[in-house]
């Protein structure tokens, strides 16, 4: 199967497929302002940290978001990758917000 339809695929899954999609959208969009740690996200989004690394854990794995390098503190970016699906983000985070 073509790379582009699983991202797609995937970006499905992760928003709009599961329970938990309304708070990933939530992480992209604080993560799409600027990089910021789970402690940092879990305060911004009046979410428990054990929910955000959760969350955090499942974008990771779906190449949604990197960690930076350090482990104290460490930074969560959007992937390049990801960022080419900016459209399709907008589209699947339009129905489940």
């Known amino acids: 199967m ?3 339809q699983l991202m797609e695929k ?3 899954y992760l928003f709009a497929g599961s329970r938990g999609g309304v708070n990933r959208v939530r992480i992209v969009r604080e993560l799409s302002d600027r990089p910021q740690n789970a402690n940092e996200l879990a305060e911004a989004l009046d979410v428990d940290y054990n929910t955000i690394t959760h ?7 779906h190449d949604v978001v990197e960690p930076s390098e350090h482990d104290y503190g460490k930074l969560y970016f959007l992937t ?6 900016s459209e399709t983000f907008e589209q699947i985070a339009s129905e489940v917000e």
């Not at 969350?55 to 794995?61: R, S």
């Open 2 to 4: 073509e790379y582009v």
């Open 10 to 12: 995937s970006l499905w």
């Open 55 to 61: 969350h955090i854990e499942m974008l990771h794995e």
């Open 80 to 85: 390049d990758r990801f960022e080419q699906y």
